[in-house]
C-alpha cells in the first residue's frame, strides 16, 4: 500500500520567540518492510541552520535553528510510504522460557533487545505494572498469547478520553485512571511487559482511517499514533520483534505507517525544542493521511 503522510503543525507565540532550537521526528522509517518514496520537511519561517543525524535507535532526527524573532512557526512534513504487511513470528514458547532467554548469563551473547527491559522516563519499574499483567502472564502460558491477551484488556478496560491526559502523563497515571490515549495505552503496555521480563519499545507512526461511509476524508482530520513493539526470543539464535496496538486490539498491518522506534514518547515526540521568548504559545497540529491515487 502506497500511503501520503501529510503532518502540519503551527505554533502562535506571544510575545514573539527571539531565537529557538528544534529536533523533529517527522520523517518515516525506510526499514523492517517499509519503503520511504519521498519526503520533505518544510519550515516557515526559513531555518538559518539545518541537519540530520541518525540516533541509536536508527531513527532520522531533523534539527534546526531560528536566530530572528518569529510570532509563528509552521512545520510541514511531507511523505509518501510504501508499506506491507509484515510475517509475524510464532513462538509456542512460555513466557517464562522468554524471559529467561533475555536474563543476563554469564559468557552468554549480549542480545541488543535487552536494553528495552528497563525503565525510561514515562515509564519506570513498579509493581503495579506486574500486578496488571499477572492476569494475562499465567504460569506456562505462551508469550503470544499472554502479550494479545494483555492488549485485549487494556483495549477493553480502558477508556479512550482525549482529555483525560496530556503528552506528560506519566504511565503509572494512566494506569491508575484506566483512561488516555493512544500514547498512555502504548506507556501502559509497555510497563507492564518490562514488568515481566520482556523487552518492549514505543512506536510513533501514523494510522489510516476510513471516513464514515459516503463521506469525503477530511484533510487535516487523522492524527499521529502511537503502539508497542514486543520482543519474541527465538528457541535459537535472534529473535523477531512484533507490533501491537493496544488502542485498537490488534497487530498492525499495512495501514500503519512507522516514524520512530525509542524507549517512550520522550524518546521520538514530534518536534520538540528550546525557545527564547515565547512565554505563552498555542499548539495547533493536522495529519492526513490517504491513499496513493493509482497504487
Not at 1 to 14: G, P
Not at 239 to 246: Q, T
Request: charged share 20%; net charge negative; aromatic share 8%.
Amino acid at each position: 500500500m502506497r500511503l501520503h503522510v501529510l503532518h502540519e503543525t503551527r505554533y502562535a507565540y506571544a510575545p514573539a520567540v527571539r531565537t529557538a532550537l528544534h529536533m523533529a521526528h517527522l520523517r518515516p522509517a525506510d526499514r523492517d518492510g517499509q519503503r520511504l518514496l519521498r519526503h520533505s520537511l518544510r519550515i516557515d519561517p526559513e531555518p538559518d541552520q539545518r541537519s540530520t543525524a541518525v540516533d541509536v535507535s536508527g531513527n532520522v532526527r531533523e534539527f534546526f535553528g531560528l536566530q530572528s524573532a518569529h510570532e509563528e512557526l509552521r512545520v510541514v512534513a511531507d511523505s509518501i510510504v510504501e508499506t506491507s504487511t509484515r510475517e509475524q513470528p510464532t513462538s509456542s514458547l512460555p513466557w517464562e522460557a522468554s524471559r529467561e532467554r533475555l536474563r543476563y548469563h554469564r559468557d552468554a551473547a549480549h542480545d541488543p533487545a535487552s536494553e528495552f527491559l528497563f525503565a525510561s522516563p514515562y515509564v519506570p519499574r513498579d509493581a503495579a505494572f506486574i500486578d496488571y499483567a499477572r492476569a494475562s502472564f499465567t504460569p506456562g502460558r505462551p508469550l503470544l498469547e499472554a502479550a494479545h491477551g494483555l492488549m485485549h484488556r487494556i483495549h477493553t478496560e480502558f477508556a479512550y478520553v482525549g482529555a483525560a491526559t496530556d503528552a506528560s502523563t506519566p504511565a503509572l497515571h494512566a494506569l491508575a485512571l484506566r483512561k488516555g490515549v493512544c500514547q498512555d495505552f502504548a506507556h501502559v503496555l509497555l510497563g507492564c511487559l518490562r514488568s515481566v521480563g520482556i523487552p518492549a519499545r514505543y512506536v510513533s507512526g501514523y494510522l489510516l482511517t476510513e471516513p464514515p461511509p459516503g463521506q469525503s476524508r477530511l484533510l487535516g482530520s487523522d492524527a499521529s499514533h502511537a503502539w508497542v513493539s514486543m520482543y519474541v526470543p527465538a528457541a535459537q539464535g535472534r529473535g523477531a520483534w512484533v507490533d501491537l496496538d493496544p488502542t485498537n486490539d490488534r497487530v498492525p498491518g499495512e495501514d500503519y505507517v512507522t516514524v520512530a522506534t525509542g524507549r517512550d514518547y520522550s524518546d521520538v515526540s514530534p518536534i520538540r525544542g528550546v525557545i527564547h521568548g515565547g512565554a505563552h504559545h498555542t499548539l495547533q497540529v493536522a495529519v492526513t493521511v490517504a491513499p496513493v491515487e493509482g497504487s
